[in-house]
């Protein structure tokens, strides 16, 4: 027996817009801006984790951890890629190991711009980008590839 209001596949649609060209552009926006919030949420995780585990890590209150998260997201995308251009003929002499050293200073510039976030020494901040890195990581397996949540259509038996 079908039900009312559903599709070929037993599909139930909640939501219905005239225009199939805004119904597309509006669940893309909706799930950018969620698949953005999961990512902030696990940068923010991995923040957390780094201060839990490590000495040298400390945030002052939640709102500070959520404004690093943010803010090393802005750095990574900005800052970084730079950073790394720049200094491209130090991570060639040292087979790559120098982007850790890159990935520890964006790190300690974000706890540099951020009151209330502080990272003691250098070493904090290679222990706290590697929490992060493989938190951001394992995360990510439940996250799409461009960032997005992934919408797996469920059938109904």
Known sequence: MRCRGCDRKGLRAT???????????ALEEGLSMI???????????GLWLADQLLIGI??????????????????NAIVR???????FPFTLVTLGLFL???NAAMLGLVAA??????????????GGWL????????ASGFVGRRGKVEVLPARRP
């Open 35 to 45: 698949g953005f919030l999961i990512r902030w949420a696990i940068s923010a995780l």
């Open 131 to 138: 929490i992060v890195s493989i938190t951001s990581w394992f």
């Open 113 to 126: 711009l951020l009151d209330g976030f502080e990272i003691a020494s250098f070493w904090s901040a290679l």
């Open 15 to 25: 939501v219905r817009i005239a225009n199939p060209l805004l119904s597309a552009l």
């Open 58 to 75: 400390a945030f002052d209150s939640t709102s500070t951890l959520l404004g690093a998260a943010l803010l090393l997201g802005i750095v």
């Open 81 to 87: 890629p730079i950073a790394v251009l720049l200094t």
């Open 100 to 102: 850790l050293v890159i």
